[in-house]
């Protein structure tokens, strides 16, 4: 039985990623990125906009060299080892060669870059949503051109989808019809998923966990349940102005007004509560929080002190 | 029929238990009731499938669902004599900690008994 599982552990598939480094133009744009991505789980890389993520996906994708680090897949390295890429599914949104293609001819050129491509997969979803085979990807309309990409990332088998702002500019039917395939293609086999997004409430029920980009780095890694678990967002107002020494230290302040303190503690407890309720807060409430809470707590604030260090680029 | 709100403090897979259970002791699930996949499931609420099976397999260990393999989910039958004394305790110390909290802010026990009367008006389908 120890057995067995020493050899489900040690089987286990995941991308290890080490000290990987990115400067373009000389400019940094990725520093330091140290993480592991699991099958099975459904990654959120959330940033603004220009915060690096498309560089991340070309870098793990090896569409850019790395300048240090390295891209591990099951203990081996994908620079050595070029037909790990196959593990790798990565449509580049800017620089594609979809366009001026059928269909059909995009089919012929997955199936050889993927070895166990599931044509009859793609066969089944192409015709169930309509897409004919002989149209042109570029004279699609951009919800199916959304979907036809999730369909190659599914069919394309491979262990990890790099997936950049699947969502965006999709309506809501589309949008809803694309998750599904995502959704589905999870339950059935263990993958891991890395979806980019600056849009956070569209992200909030799918993922597991949530990763942070921002000032080149990964900021924070989040498993979401863990979150909702562990967090509180709470307003407060104190006789005094001043804001006590137990709520700074434990919380990120997300707003004041006037007397009102709006604060987000990541890991709120009993003991915590009780040593702020000390403090005797004329106001004490518990409101709802969302995630976007969270992350507006932890990216506004950073900017605010790196205009005042005139950090700013 | 289960939903998630966004805006609750509860983790999704807890939201998940409760509402499985509030469907049963609303008799919208009967013992015997085949429960959707956890895949169906999964996207029905378009919800991570983790947070789904993490759910059903509490679910499962509480012995309200059962599992038969290659068949489905299905909701167990309910036995009234059975009861999990561990759970009971438990839920009776939140019991407790909810009517502190609500005696500090000045609810009399009267209140309490009509909200205990409404939560079972409520579990019979009012």
Not at chain 1, 168 to 187: E, H, Y
Not at chain 2, 117 to 124: R, V
């Amino acid at each position: 039985m120890v057995g067995r599982k020493l050899s489900t552990l040690e089987g286990r598939i995941d991308m290890k990623i080490e000290n990987l480094e990115k400067t373009i133009d000389h400019r940094v744009i990725l520093k330091d990125i140290n993480l592991t991505f699991y099958q099975g789980e459904i990654t959120g890389l959330i940033g603004q906009n220009g915060s690096g993520k498309t560089t991340f996906f070309r870098t793990l994708s090896g569409h850019y060299e790395l300048d240090t680090g390295k891209i591990m897949i099951d203990q081996e390295d994908i620079q050595k080892n070029k037909l790990l890429k196959q593990k790798i599914f990565y449509i580049d949104e800017q620089y594609n060669f979809l366009s001026g293609y059928t269909l059909n001819k995009l089919l012929v050129f997955y199936q050889n870059a993927y070895a166990s491509f599931n044509k009859e997969k793609y066969l089944t979803l192409t015709k169930k949503n309509n897409l004919n085979p002989n149209l042109k990807y570029r004279s699609m309309s951009k919800g199916m051109q959304g979907l036809y990409k999730m369909i190659l990332a599914i069919c394309s088998n491979a262990e990890y989808l790099l997936l950049d702002e699947p969502l965006d500019g999709l309506d809501f039917i589309v949008k809803k019809n694309v998750l599904g395939l995502l959704l589905d293609a999870v339950s059935e086999n263990s993958r891991s998923i890395i979806i980019s997004s600056h849009n956070l409430n569209e992200l909030e029920s799918i993922i597991d966990r949530a990763l942070i980009l921002k000032s080149n780095q990964i900021q924070l890694d989040y498993h979401l349940e863990t979150l909702r678990e562990h967090a509180r967002k709470i307003q407060m107002v104190f006789k005094t102005k001043k804001v006590p020494q137990v709520v700074k230290e434990n919380s990120r302040l997300l707003h004041f007004q006037g007397r009102v303190v709006t604060a987000i503690f990541e890991h709120y407890t009993e003991e915590l509560k009780a040593l702020i309720q000390a403090e005797q807060p004329v106001l004490f409430e518990e409101l709802p929080l969302t995630l976007e809470d969270v992350f507006e707590a932890n990216l506004t604030h950073e900017e605010m002190n790196n205009s005042l260090q005139g950090e700013m680029v | 029929m289960v939903s998630i709100d966004k805006t609750s403090s509860k983790p999704y897979y807890e939201q998940l238990i409760l509402g499985v259970k509030e469907d049963i002791l609303s008799g919208s699930l009967q013992s015997g009731d085949r429960l959707p996949s956890v895949r169906e499931m999964a996207r029905l609420l378009m919800m991570n499938p983790n947070t789904v099976s993490k759910a059903y397999k509490v679910l499962e260990a509480q012995e309200v669902i059962i599992t038969v393999k290659g068949k489905g989910t299905y909701v167990k039958k309910i036995d009234t004599e059975l009861r999990d004394d561990y759970q009971i305790q438990k839920i009776k110390k939140k019991l407790n900690e909810l009517i502190i909290e609500a005696h500090y802010l000045n609810v009399s026990k009267k209140e309490i008994n009509q909200w205990l009367d409404e939560s079972y008006q409520h579990l019979k389908g009012e």
